[in-house]
């Protein structure tokens, strides 16, 4: 073990000394009983290990109970049986005995984690989210996942000199799916006086997200050819015909949008956008396709509930456009330039239109209806548009191109319905400043979603033809 990774442990476990005995120092529990309860509970949980595709290591359910402790316990409670659970995932159902320093790192790992859970979403965060449930275990969720990720991944680092940023990425790539998902079922246990709020069933869709998705990539073995993979500036005539009509559509879209523009929160829609725009930068690039994601949509669909319906064609015009042309691996054509943000517009304004009026009677003010609606609808009229006009240019099945392009673009979709829903819930509740701290559980989806495609990429590079 090299000096830089004996400092490092030292540190760790010094510092998770320091918050356990500070916290044992001010022990208190409300209810004796249910805090035994608990940490028996949160003791056996721990023992309970998954190990997931790929990794030598394993999971335990003990978050689980670290989740619920964030949001029903006090500090010392929760921390007490996180670190009881720790001990218990060291020493018990385990392939090789544990040295003493190893038990010790995770004492102080947890301690740590749990600790930092707690001051930034009971703490900093109280006044701005306290009184909506799912808002506070979603940024519990995300500081619990960073702050372990990086402790553990940095003594990784340490003893085996790889780079922080691989190791990460190669242990913890099926990890994040595991914490949306126990996001998913501790934020819909019912608590005295806190009835389960009907936008928060959303959040089960994380768990589509990792049965769809995540499972299927084990079996996936790629599509035979490229799909948009022709760019040599020329359409044929019909897609020609067919790319004139979107964009002529488009354009008008946008000028009507401008000439009947109004807003209820300027401040609000320039901050949706300018971040949407910045969200733009982060591609995903999907195997064998020319077409990208980007958490961009979650604001576009936050929009689409609480925004105009001129607002939410601006904001998609300009996502189209900043996503055609910004970091494009080879220069778009004019018919691409054009094509994309009018094609986005229209799906954005069918998503609008449709679950904001068409169906209002029946929706009413449903958080859940409108994204379900909007979501379905966005997702469906842009990779329609896509698929239309692949079909035209390279002579493909439409239902091919579609299911294609609509295989990898669902599950993102769906997870960004679920934080959309958080995120505009969390607006209501409290106040739509306030809501933007859930936007980092879609910066950690992009990151899972992203490391899983470049693996995918890399075996399929790598497979016998």
């Known amino acids: 073990m090299t000096k830089a990774a004996k400092v490092y442990i030292g540190s760790v476990i010094a510092a998770g000394g320091v918050v356990l005995a500070a916290s044992l120092a001010n022990w208190s529990s409300p209810d004796p009983l249910k805090w035994a309860i608990y940490l028996a509970l949160a003791v056996l949980a721990s023992v309970v290990k998954l190990r997931l595709p790929g990794l030598d290591g394993s999971y335990s359910l003990g978050f689980l109970f670290v989740l619920y402790g964030v949001a029903h316990c006090n500090l010392p409670e929760t921390l007490m049986a996180a670190c009881a659970g720790a001990v218990a995932t060291c020493l018990v159902n385990t392939r090789k005995r544990p040295s003493l320093v ?30 909506y449930l799912p808002a506070v275990l979603a940024v519990a969720a995300c500081t619990y996942f960073v702050v372990n990720t990086v402790l553990v991944s940095g003594v990784l680092s340490l003893l085996r000199g790889k780079r922080l940023a691989g190791v990460c990425s190669e242990w913890y790539v099926w990890s994040f799916p595991y914490y949306l998902i126990g996001v998913a079922l501790v934020g819909l246990l019912p608590s005295e006086g806190r009835p389960v709020p009907g936008e928060a069933w959303l959040i089960l869709l994380p768990l589509v997200y990792l049965v769809h998705f995540f499972l299927g990539l084990l079996h996936w073995h790629g599509a035979p050819a490229a799909i948009g993979g022709q760019s040599n500036g020329v359409l044929p005539p019909a897609a020609g015909r067919f790319v004139a009509v979107v964009v002529a559509a488009g354009l008008l879209l946008l000028a009507v949008a401008a ?108 958080v859940v209806g409108v994204l379900v609606i909007g979501t379905i609808v966005l997702n469906g009229c842009n990779t329609l548009l896509v698929g239309a006009v692949l079909e035209l240019i390279e002579g493909r099945p439409l239902g091919s191109a579609w299911q294609f392009c609509h295989y990898w673009s669902l599950p993102y979709y769906l997870v960004g319905a679920a934080v959309a829903g958080i995120m505009v819930a969390t607006s209501r509740t409290a106040s739509w400043p306030a809501s933007l701290l859930v936007l980092p559980l879609m910066g950690l989806v992009y990151v899972s979603y992203r490391v899983h495609l470049e693996q995918l990429v890399d075996r399929s590079a790598q497979a016998p033809a």
Do not use: H
């Open 259 to 366: 000439m009947n523009w109004q807003s209820r929160s300027p401040a609000r829609f320039v901050t949706y956008l300018a971040l949407a725009m910045c969200a733009c930068a982060l591609k995903i690039r999907l195997p064998r396709m020319r077409g990208t994601l980007t958490p961009a949509f979650v604001l576009l669909l936050a929009s689409i509930v609480d925004l105009s319906l001129e607002e939410t064609v601006l904001m998609a015009t300009a996502l189209g456009l900043v996503q055609a042309v910004w970091r494009c691996k080879q220069r778009p054509t004019l018919a691409q330039v054009l094509f994309n943000p009018a094609c986005l517009a229209l799906s954005g304004a069918c998503a609008y239109v449709l679950s904001r009026a068409v169906l209002a009677p029946w929706l009413g003010n449903s």
């Open 102 to 131: 190893q038990v010790l790192f995770n004492i102080g790992n947890v301690a740590i984690s749990v600790s930092s859970c707690f001051m930034l979403s009971r703490v900093w965060l109280a006044p701005r989210i306290a009184q």
